[in-house]
């Protein structure tokens, strides 16, 4: 897997929303083997990057649309697919190819924190 370094982001918004997915997304493997742990860094912050950047296609063509005018010299124009469908279609299949990479080495069951976890401990929620 290729690991994109945060600090390459050229947006300082979307590093920072990287970084929060990517430890979103490590509180899932926060009992995971130690010794797969490289492999669920490098992994998780692809999916991470990859997570952002699909919404911010969904943006894209949400604002734009799913078809794009296009003018190719005096006589040539028309409509054609928004490049971001396509994108982000290629995006969702290596997201999901992605995660399913990670699905083994998550945890039997997942680590509860914070309020959420203390109400569901109250009430006995499985």
Same mark, same amino acid.
């Given at each position: 897997?290729?690991?994109?370094p945060i600090q390459?982001?050229?947006? +300082? @918004?979307?590093?920072?929303?990287?970084?929060?997915?990517?430890?979103? %997304?490590?509180?899932?493997?926060?009992?995971? &083997?130690? #010794?797969?742990? $490289?492999?669920?860094? $490098?992994?998780?912050?692809?999916?991470?990057?990859? &997570?952002?950047?699909? /919404?911010?296609?969904?943006?894209?063509?949400?604002?734009? @649309?799913?078809?794009?005018?296009? /003018? &190719? @010299?005096?006589? /040539?124009? @028309?409509? /054609?697919? &928004?490049?971001?469908?396509?994108?982000?279609? $290629?995006?969702?299949?290596?997201? #999901?190819?992605?995660?399913?990479? %990670?699905? +083994?080495?998550? +945890?039997?069951?997942?680590?509860?924190?914070?309020? %959420?976890?203390?109400?569901? #401990?109250?009430?006995?929620?499985?």
């Amino acid at each position: 897997m290729t690991k994109i370094p945060i600090q390459t982001i050229a947006d +300082p @918004g979307k590093a920072a929303a990287v970084e929060q997915e990517r430890a979103r %997304l490590m509180e899932l493997f926060a009992t995971a &083997n130690p #010794n797969k742990l $490289d492999f669920i860094r $490098d992994a998780v912050q692809q999916l991470a990057w990859l &997570n952002i950047s699909i /919404q911010e296609l969904q943006r894209d063509i949400d604002e734009i @649309g799913p078809v794009v005018p296009y /003018q &190719n @010299g005096r006589e /040539q124009s @028309g409509l /054609q697919a &928004n490049p971001s469908c396509k994108l982000l279609t $290629d995006f969702q299949k290596l997201s #999901n190819t992605t995660f399913r990479a %990670l699905l +083994p080495v998550l +945890p039997d069951k997942p680590a509860r924190h914070g309020k %959420l976890a203390a109400l569901m #401990n109250e009430f006995d929620v499985e």
